[in-house]
């Protein structure tokens, strides 16, 4: 992110007179997404709110805050850095007042508006499985196979892929079939979509089922 000093005496009255500096990224090949905040039932600004956004298996933390120093003020907006991902796979917001509100599959490099939600009357059906559970594969580091389980509160069609550290899409287990309540289980054998066996390295578990996304690592060692 850009920076802009301002130099000037430090002590009372404060008189910034002195040059002022602006340190601008000139860019890169990362990522980034920027979110601007509106609360409805909480503050305007959505001053409080906690923001977790995961993308690549890894989830980054920041706050809205009304300020950072009594002479000194980062941008309104929350930034995130992705780095090789370009997308986030699930924005959550903790609002002020208590409510979360869960955004998945974001197009990195945008900024985007988030009105907080307001409570709505409940549909008579909801697609949205009330339990989502995707366990930790065994065994894990693996060779050359292991086990997948998931849980799942009612049958609800699945998405079950895995993917490298960087977030490139390795292998796609299972495409939107159809799994009925209770614990799956799936086997994977180390390979990618092509049939190749894949490297040693990180690789991410990313489950989908409704608009829940739940996501685990594992290890494969040669």
Known sequence: MDISVTNG????????????FLFKNQGNENHWIEIELEGVVSNRDGVGAQLH???????????QNAGSHCR???????????G???????LEIRWPN??????YDIPADQIIQITEATLSPVPEFDETPTVVHLNSCYPNPFNPSTTITFVLGQS????LSIHDAAGRLVAKLIDGGI???GTSEFAWNGRSGNGSQVSSGVYFLRL?????????KMVMLK
């Not at 005496?9 to 002022?20: A, L, N, Q, R, V």
């Not at 208590?98 to 955004?103: A, D, V």
């Open 156 to 159: 609800q069609p699945v998405t």
């Open 53 to 63: 956004a995961t993308a690549g298996g890894i989830t980054q933390l920041r706050e």
């Open 98 to 103: 208590g409510t979360t509100q869960e955004i």
């Open 84 to 90: 090789p991902n370009t997308m986030v796979d699930v």
């Open 72 to 82: 000194a003020q980062n941008h309104q907006r929350i930034h995130f850095g992705l």
């Open 208 to 216: 989908q089922a409704g608009s829940i996304t739940r996501m685990n």
């Open 179 to 181: 799994y009925p309540e």
């Open 9 to 20: 005496i430090s002590k009372p009255p404060f008189e910034f007179d002195g040059p002022t």
